[in-house]
Structures are given as structure tokens and as C-alpha cells.
T-cell receptor
Framework: KAGVTQTPRYLIKTRGQQVTLSCSPISGHRSVSWYQQTPGQGLQFLFEYFSETQRNKGNFPGRFSGRQFSNSRSEMNVSTLELGDSALYLC????????????FGSGTRLTVV | GQQVMQIPQYQHVQEGEDFTTYCNSSTTLSNIQWYKQRPGGHPVFLIQLVKSGEVKKQKRLTFQFGEAKKNSSLHITATQTTDVGTYFCWNRDDKIIFGKGTRLHILP
């Protein structure tokens, strides 16, 4: 069974640009969460979607947004990129909300220059 | 809101020695999940604990959930080089709080 797929794996963007990251969860998984990981801050929760509805949102500025489609695929968008947005962005999916463990994708490494 | 803190932040052990990491909460938790992230990799789900006093084992790994459901521990017996990585504890219901984990280094 295919795992959680995140695309692209690596991305280099310039300050001020915007970026869209994609996450395809495991088939049948309806819960998708996004995390930002940096060496200094560790793993920080961005948002969580369940059946196309945003269930929870972390403490990030409005430049960070996301959505989930009817097929459970999810995208996150960061507008007006800043140098501090450079990080590994991880997506995780679960069979059902608040019941099972999460399966993480390999992440998208975003570098803002 | 509740917060889960994990200690220690770093641990160096000689190969073959035991290792323990602890998660402590200011409030009662309904559950604890443990994850492992290898260097350069992504977090991998290890186990979930939900019952007071629960103990689960996976080969050399022993997971415990405290009687008061405010703390949890992961113990690795006779560490091996494959155990290198960061171990995270996470309260499933409160995704906003995700500890920085314990980074385990194994000295050959």
C-alpha cells in the first residue's frame, strides 16, 4: 500500500514569492495534518483537515493556508515567503481522526533565499 | 492548554547501554503516542497508549503510561546503532503541542 506522498521533495524560492505544497494521503485516510520542522523549533503544528474541513489550526500567520479536496488530497500554500519559512514541511495522514497513529510523508524541504 | 514536555533533550549512550526518555504533562492525558525520526527522515509511528498504567513492549522497546495518565516513558534495552534518532511523544488530541523530542546518539 502506498504511503503518504508529498510533492515536491525539494523547493527553492525567493523571498516574497508564494509556494504550494501537495500531500496525497494513504488511500482511505481522511485526516491530514501539516507540520513545519526546523532545527530550532522542532515540529510545529500548522493545521489539520478532516473530510475537507479544517478542524484545527496552529499558531502561524495568515500567510500559511491549506485546503483538503474531496479525495482527501491536501495542499498548503505559503504566500509572501520569508527567509524564516525555510523548513521541512511534513504532512501526516490517519485513518480516522483521533483514533489511530499518523503516517508521515517524507516531507518537502523548502529553502527561501 | 495542556502541555507535554519531554526530557532529556539529548542523550548520548554507549552501544549496549539502556536509554530512557520521559514525557510529562501538566494535565491528565487521554492518550500518548510515540514516534521515532531517524536523521534525515520523517517521524514514524511506534505506539499508542490509552489506559492508566499501560505497558507495551516492542522487542527491546518498553512503553509505559503512568497511573495518573500524566506521564509516559520509552525505555530501550541494550541500544543498537539502529536506535539512533529523535523520539517524540505526542498527545493525539492536542496536536498543537508536539514536544521537541529526545535526540539519541549512540557511541560505538
Amino acid at each position: 500500500k502506498a504511503g503518504v506522498t508529498q510533492t515536491p521533495r525539494y523547493l527553492i524560492k525567493t523571498r516574497g514569492q508564494q509556494v504550494t505544497l501537495s500531500c496525497s494521503p494513504i488511500s482511505g485516510h481522511r485526516s491530514v495534518s501539516w507540520y513545519q520542522q526546523t532545527p530550532g523549533q522542532g515540529l510545529q503544528f500548522l493545521f489539520e483537515y478532516f473530510s475537507e474541513t479544517q478542524r484545527n489550526k496552529g499558531n502561524f500567520p495568515g500567510r500559511f493556508s491549506g485546503r483538503q479536496f474531496s479525495n482527501s488530497r491536501s495542499e498548503m500554500n505559503v504566500s509572501t515567503l520569508e527567509l524564516g519559512d525555510s523548513a521541512l514541511y511534513l504532512c501526516a495522514s490517519s485513518l480516522a481522526d483521533r483514533v489511530y497513529g499518523y503516517t508521515f510523508g517524507s516531507g518537502t524541504r523548502l529553502t527561501v533565499v | 492548554g495542556q502541555q507535554v514536555m519531554q526530557i532529556p533533550q539529548y542523550q548520548h549512550v554507549q552501544e549496549g547501554e539502556d536509554f530512557t526518555t520521559y514525557c510529562n504533562s501538566s494535565t491528565t492525558l487521554s492518550n500518548i503516542q510515540w514516534y521515532k525520526q531517524r536523521p534525515g527522515g520523517h517521524p514514524v509511528f511506534l505506539i499508542q497508549l490509552v489506559k492508566s498504567g499501560e505497558v507495551k513492549k516492542q522487542k527491546r522497546l518498553t512503553f509505559q503510561f503512568g497511573e495518573a495518565k500524566k506521564n509516559s516513558s520509552l525505555h530501550i534495552t541494550a541500544t543498537q546503532t539502529t536506535d539512533v534518532g529523535t523520539y517524540f511523544c505526542w498527545n493525539r488530541d492536542d496536536k498543537i503541542i508536539f514536544g521537541k523530542g529526545t535526540r539519541l546518539h549512540i557511541l560505538p
